[in-house]
């Protein structure tokens, strides 16, 4: 056990470079962005949102969401992709929430 120690701390103290320095932006100039529980919930967000669920029930959404948070709201990003991005919100009255977010609503400080 205590050669397993050193070994833990290592990969907890080696964060990778992607993982600091984001913050995420309201798409199309919004003032907020929606941080979907996960992908799964992300895609059915859009699924229900072209068809137009948003307009006539926007509570419908709601159980999907991990949080809402400011545009300009400082995240890491816990694990990469190509068209949505895994993060932690690091910032503010909502630091801590995960969840996630178009790729396009991240950017490089």
Known sequence: MKRILPVIL???????????????????????????????????????INAGVHRTKPELLLPLLACVVASGTAAIVTDGGFITQDVMIVSGENAGCRGNIPTESLKAN
Request: aromatic share 10%; charged share 20%.
């Open 10 to 48: 290592g990969c907890i103290l080696s964060v990778p470079a992607y993982a600091d320095g984001f913050r995420v932006v309201g798409l199309n100039g919004s003032d907020t962005v929606f941080v979907w529980r996960d992908k799964n919930s992300h895609d059915e967000a859009l699924n229900l």
